[in-house]
Every structure is written in structure tokens, then in C-alpha cells.
């Protein structure tokens, strides 16, 4: 991990922020939290997995009621483990660090551990209205989002939307999946809902 005299003023500004966030509305969109050349490095690693075959299709539930249920999410996915991690990817769990570290003095919520995932969306895929936390599960309490979409633009679709009141669908905001945006959410309250464009 980074050692704070590592961190830069503007990345550790940019943690503050989305810690603010987080305490103040439950979520938290920045962009160029990571540079393109970082980006185009996780996207040749993705590539390389993908090409290997290494991507399954993703599942919901957890434990042994774990199933693949593509009406619901029709996504692939590549579980990330630390003793494997590329060099961008080790880049990029560093500078969720401080984040992590930011949230925590600013919340409270006592995070402590990540797990991540590369998700692949081919055309046509989703992920449908859902929240990103099992039911009486405790341990994960917030989840991030980085984008590496170069070039997109709002015709390409794909945007993510976020529910801000609990069921109700007429508050949301949708986010667009622009390259090195990293969207971070407070697992509870806030559904989310992710799809493909036809690109």
C-alpha cells in the first residue's frame, strides 16, 4: 500500500471529496480519478484475461445459494487476488487505499478489507435494479465503480443509474461509464442498475 508521503495534495483532496460524499448524500462520482495510461494499462490486462478464457459469467446470491440468474445480470466477471494482482492493477488498489482511509475518518464505518472484480459487458448485457449488499450480510459496506470506456459518448449507452430514494424510481441519476470515473456508493438505500450499449 502507499505511504502517505506517496500521495499526492490533489489525490488527497480527491479522497476527502468523495468521502464527503459518501457522508453527505450516500454516493460520490469523480472523474480522472485515474489517468488515461493507467486505464489503457487495465484495459490490456482485461484483454489478455478475457482472451485467456479466464472471465465467468457472473452470479447472484452468495454461499450456497449462489446461482447464475442471466435475466437478472448477464455480465462476466474475473475475481481480482491480491498475490496475482498486475502492476496497474496493484496501481489501482493503492489509490482505492486512501480512499478507503478517507471514508473511514469521515463515516466511521470501520472498513477495513476489498475484494474486487474486472466485469466485461458485452453488447446487450445488464445488471438489473439491485442493491450491492446480501441480505443480513454485514460485511461489505461500500462499493466502487471504475470505468474504463475510452472514448465513449451518451450514444453508446451503458450508463449506470442510481435509485436515491429506496423503491421509488422517480429519483435517480444516471452516470455515464466514461473512462478513469470512479463512482463510489454507500451499499445501503441506494439501488443501482448498469447495462450495455449496443456498441
Known amino acids: 500500500m502507499r505511504s502517505s508521503r506517496e500521495r499526492s495534495v490533489a489525490s488527497v483532496v480527491t479522497e476527502r471529496r468523495i468521502a464527503t460524499d459518501i457522508f453527505e448524500r450516500g454516493y460520490s462520482v469523480c472523474p480522472d480519478f485515474v489517468d488515461f495510461e493507467l486505464v489503457d494499462e487495465l484495459v490490456a490486462d482485461t484483454q489478455d484475461l478475457w482472451e485467456e478464457g479466464s472471465f465467468e459469467f457472473a452470479g447472484i446470491g452468495q454461499g450456497a445459494q449462489k446461482q447464475r440468474c442471466p435475466s437478472v445480470r448477464s455480465d462476466r466477471i474475473y475475481w481480482l487476488e491480491e498475490h ?51 441480505r443480513h450480510a454485514r460485511e461489505r459496506k461500500i462499493s466502487t465503480i471504475l470505468y474504463l470506456n475510452r472514448g465513449w459518448t451518451p450514444v453508446d449507452g451503458g450508463q449506470l443509474r442510481l435509485y436515491l430514494d429506496g423503491d ?8 455515464g461509464p466514461e473512462a478513469g470515473t470512479l463512482v463510489t456508493l454507500f451499499e445501503r438505500g441506494i439501488l443501482s442498475r448498469g447495462a450495455a450499449g449496443p456498441q
Open 84 to 134: 496475482k494482482l498486475t502492476r496497474a492493477q496493484s496501481q489501482y488498489v493503492d489509490a482505492l487505499e486512501g480512499v478507503r482511509l478517507a471514508i473511514n475518518r469521515a463515516t466511521m464505518l470501520g472498513l477495513f478489507e476489498w475484494e474486487g472484480h474486472l466485469a466485461v459487458y458485452p453488447s446487450g448485457t445488464f445488471y438489473r435494479r439491485h442493491l450491492d449488499v446480501f
Open 168 to 175: 421509488s424510481l422517480e429519483h435517480y441519476v444516471d452516470i
